[in-house]
């Protein structure tokens, strides 16, 4: 019989359609799974120990999904909670879990993964430990500063967790397919099928006509898979299938996964009717058992200002300007400072010319204002606004020539600095070697009682 599972959005937080949720739970589903995070906003929120979405957010879409499992009767699956899926991650959404199974009076039995690593032990297992590529050198010492590390979690860390008989898992960091793909295999569906599926599905509605109507339902079976959006009008089609394995994927044919790789060369995508494609032909290739590391590490702290150049010469020339201007205040810190020149940094982007790609801007504009945004880098919080206050007038008034009257720039607040707190960096993007898939994961159960 196949397997059906229900993913209502490509992320907790992202918002999805509650009658096309409701529809899927109609349709009686074997499980329901949704991701819970993402490296795409960097590394911040490993390093903090924090989720990029509003705890409101995360509160009342959780809310409909423990609705909608307590409904169906069967497991929801949350991975990578909190957005990067550390120990405090996953305690905060048992935390959300707990006061709505009170407020709901639901007596559910939760399943905590856990997917945080102790710098201690990746020491003593160093040697396990390979750099992917690109990876930034590590040494023994280097895990000492690392603020959190995590191990993604595939399939088998997420079946050992539906295995404990839980309603709710809350996991750790898990690769995005781990998730759906988990009881498509423990089901003994096609192993190629149940990994394709998973990539297909890991966003939800990405793959269909309608991407922000977030629900879509795939079922699985011994020999391939089906999926179907679920909003009103939504459809999925070869092209948007097949397109998904484009996205966060260097090879559009092949993926990697803890225990092996998936080839999707042979795959055939047909359309089994307006709304759904049915997919075969992909195969999974068994190989050694690695997991990869993720870390983030404080790179230092910053501190940004604000000016905005709306006379014409300044905006003709703002490059020049800020060259200009950086030069001079290179000299004029160097003087001010006990500070080594390499121990900071100062980082002029001008908004409204190449403020996403610097020199790399191919496009010019022709913009009525441009946005000096001014970026200080420094080993220290109290350090990086010193330093922003010594530019502070500067900023204000630099001329871009010295025979000119001094211009005045606009400050769109007061004061003009802003602290940012400490900068992350990824520190890590290795993979780790295991003898048996639990041996880097822990997995805590707890009955809630209503």
Known sequence: MPTRILIPSGVLGLGFDEAALWRGVAAKPDLIAIDGGSTDSGPASL??????????????????????RAEAGVPLVIGTCGTAGADAHVDWMYQITKELAQELGQSVKVARLYSQQSPDRLKARFDAITPLDPAPALSREDLASMTAIVALAGAEQVQAALETGADIVLAGRTTDTAIIAALPLAR????GAAWHGAKIGECGALCSSDPTSGVIQIDFDREGFTVTPLADGAKCTPHSVCAHMLYENSDPFILY?????????????????????????AEWHPGTYTVKLEAARTAGYQTTLLATLRNRRYVENAQEWADKLLAFLDG?????????RDSYTIDVRLIGVDSALGALEARKGDPTEVGAFVIVTAPTQADATEIAKLINPFLLHYPLTRDEELPTFAFPYSPAHSERGALYEFAMNHILTLDTPMDAFRIETEALRA
């Open 47 to 68: 390093g903090t120990g924090t989720s990029k979405y509003a705890r409101a957010a995360i509160k009342a879409e959780w809310r409909v999904l423990m609705k909608a």
């Open 257 to 281: 996964e803890p225990g092996g790789h998936l080839d999707v060369t042979n795959a055939d995508y047909i359309a089994v009717d307006e709304r759904s494609v049915r997919v075969t032909g």
């Open 188 to 191: 003994q569906e096609h192993p």
């Open 332 to 340: 004029k810190l160097a003087a001010s400072l006990d500070l080594p």
